[in-house]
C-alpha cells in the first residue's frame, strides 16, 4: 500500500481537463510544498512534470498544472491530447525516515 | 545533456548480491545529491536510498535496511548500490535519480531491471 492514495484510473476525451488527485497527511503532503508530479509512458522512465506543489519545468507544456490543499495536491490536464496517455505518480517530501513517499500511480487514459 | 545510465541488472538467487552502477554525464556530478527509486513489474515507484553530494550522509528506506548500500566515486562520476541479502520483494527495475535535499527527481537513468528467482 502506498503511502500517498491516487485514484488507480482516469480518462477524458482529446481537448477535455482532467483532475488528478493526490492525498496524504500532515506529516507530508500537507505539512510542506514539496509535492511533485511525475509522468511515465509505458515502458520508459519518470519525468518531472510538476515541482514545489505548482512549478513547472522548462520546457514542460502550461496545459498541466498543480494545486494543494489541506492534506490533498492535484494535477490537472488540460485541453487532452493523446501524447499525455501515460501513468501519473505524486511525491512528497515526508518527515519521516522514508525521506520521499511516492502515491501508487494512476493511469490515464485519452479516449 | 545530462544522462544516467544504470548497469549491473540481472538475474540473482534469493540471498545472493548484485551491484548496481549509475554512470552520470552532463553535470557536475560531485554537486548533487543521488538517490536510487525502484518500480516491481506493474507497481508504483519507491524511493530506496540517497546519498549527499560528497558521500558522506546516506539514508535507506526500511526494507532495505541493513541489506543495501549506496556509494558514489566522484571522480569517476559513478553512483552505485551494493545489494546483498536479495530476496524476491527486491524484483524491480532500479532508476538512479537526481535530486537535492527536498528538491524533485528532475533527472532520471532509463533503468535496469533486477530479477530475484531461483
Known amino acids: 500500500q502506498s503511502a500517498l492514495t491516487q485514484p488507480a484510473s482516469v480518462s477524458g476525451s482529446p481537448g477535455q481537463s482532467i483532475t488528478i488527485s493526490c492525498t496524504g497527511t500532515?506529516?507530508?503532503?500537507?505539512?510542506?510544498?514539496?509535492v511533485s508530479w511525475y509522468q511515465q509512458p509505458p515502458g520508459k522512465a519518470p519525468k518531472l512534470m510538476i515541482y514545489d506543489v505548482s512549478n513547472r519545468p522548462s520546457g514542460v507544456s502550461n496545459r498541466f498544472s498543480g494545486s494543494k490543499s489541506v492534506n490533498t495536491a492535484s494535477l490537472t490536464i488540460s485541453g487532452l491530447q493523446a501524447e499525455d496517455e501515460a501513468d501519473y505518480y505524486c511525491?512528497?517530501?515526508?518527515?519521516?525516515?522514508?525521506?520521499?513517499?511516492f502515491g501508487g500511480g494512476t493511469k490515464l487514459t485519452v479516449l | 545533456e545530462v544522462q544516467l545510465v544504470e548497469s549491473g541488472g540481472g538475474v540473482v538467487q534469493p540471498g545472493g548480491s548484485l551491484r548496481l552502477s549509475c554512470a552520470a554525464s552532463?553535470?557536475?556530478?560531485?554537486?548533487?545529491?543521488m538517490h536510487w527509486v525502484r518500480q516491481a513489474p506493474g507497481k508504483g515507484l519507491v524511493w530506496v536510498s540517497r546519498?549527499?553530494?560528497?558521500?558522506?550522509?546516506?539514508s535507506y528506506a526500511d526494507s532495505v535496511k541493513g541489506r543495501f548500500s549506496i556509494s558514489r566515486d566522484n571522480a569517476k562520476n559513478t553512483l552505485y548500490l551494493q545489494m546483498n541479502s536479495l530476496r524476491a520483494e527486491d524484483t524491480a527495475v532500479y532508476y538512479c535519480?537526481?535530486?537535492?535535499?527536498?528538491?524533485?527527481?528532475?533527472?532520471w537513468g532509463q533503468g535496469t531491471l533486477v530479477t530475484v528467482s531461483s
Open positions: 500532515s506529516s507530508d503532503v500537507g505539512g510542506y510544498n514539496y
Open positions: 546519498i549527499n553530494s560528497d558521500g558522506s550522509s546516506t
Open positions: 511525491s512528497s517530501y515526508t518527515s519521516s525516515s522514508t525521506y520521499v513517499v
Open positions: 552532463g553535470l557536475t556530478f560531485s554537486s548533487y545529491w
Open positions: 535519480a537526481r535530486g537535492e535535499l527536498r528538491r524533485p527527481f528532475d533527472y
